[in-house]
Structures are given as structure tokens and as C-alpha cells.
């Protein structure tokens, strides 16, 4: 398994930016696809966007496609959101996860990390 360790979460306004930063401690993370979902205070855990091994392609949730972009550097094990145009309905603790597979389904990911709070003011 791979231990992930989420920050750069925080609180801003509707219409702000965030950068999310996901470290991984492996010595084979190019072997690894990566994925960011969200979760929000009674709500499923849902998915945001994935990326490849190579970064080479991604995937978007329709609710953030357009505002969001996930990119990665394997060099530095890093996998990275930014967000931008936030909104209130954003609001959600933000986990990075990675497993063997290119997925938009939660249950294709083996390792997650502990999550960063991302709150929306209106």
C-alpha cells in the first residue's frame, strides 16, 4: 500500500482558488494511478478527478469539469488539484487516493490518505 498525505486545503470565498498537494511515500509511484474524491457532512464519498500513471490523461466529475485540473509529478511523488471558481456546494473534506487502476469508481483505489477540509463561503 501507499501512505498519502493530503494538504492545502483551507477556507475561501465563492470564486477563489485552492491548490491541493497529495505526497506519497512509495518508490514506485509512477506505477500507481491517482485520484481525488470528496466528501461532504452526511453525503456519499464521490469522485473528482483521476489521473493516469504517466499523467498523460484524466478524468473529471461533471460537477467540476472546466474548474478543476489534476496533474502530477512523478519525479516528486506528488499528485496535485487546483481549483478554481470555487463554490459553496465545493465545500467537502478532500481525499487523495491511488491504486492500480485508471477509475472513476471509489472502489478501484487500495490506499487513501486522511483527507483536507475545503470550506466555500458565500
Known amino acids: 500500500q501507499v501512505q498519502l498525505v493530503e494538504s492545502g486545503g483551507g477556507l475561501v470565498q465563492a470564486g477563489g482558488s485552492l491548490r491541493l498537494f497529495c505526497a506519497a511515500s512509495?518508490?514506485?509511484?509512477?506505477?500507481?494511478?491517482m485520484g481525488w474524491f470528496r466528501q461532504a457532512p452526511g453525503k456519499e464519498r464521490d469522485f473528482v478527478a483521476a489521473i493516469n500513471r504517466s499523467g498523460g490523461s484524466t478524468k473529471y466529475a461533471d460537477s467540476v469539469k472546466g474548474r478543476f485540473t489534476i496533474s502530477r509529478d512523478n519525479a516528486e511523488n506528488t499528485v496535485y488539484l487546483q481549483m478554481n471558481s470555487l463554490k459553496p456546494e465545493d465545500t467537502a473534506v478532500y481525499y487523495c487516493?491511488?491504486?492500480?487502476?485508471?477509475?472513476?469508481?471509489?472502489?478501484?483505489?487500495?490506499?487513501w490518505g486522511q483527507g483536507t477540509q475545503v470550506t466555500v463561503s458565500s
Open positions: 512509495v518508490r514506485t509511484f509512477s506505477r500507481y494511478a
Open positions: 487516493a491511488a491504486g492500480p487502476s485508471y477509475s472513476v469508481v471509489r472502489y478501484a483505489y487500495d490506499s
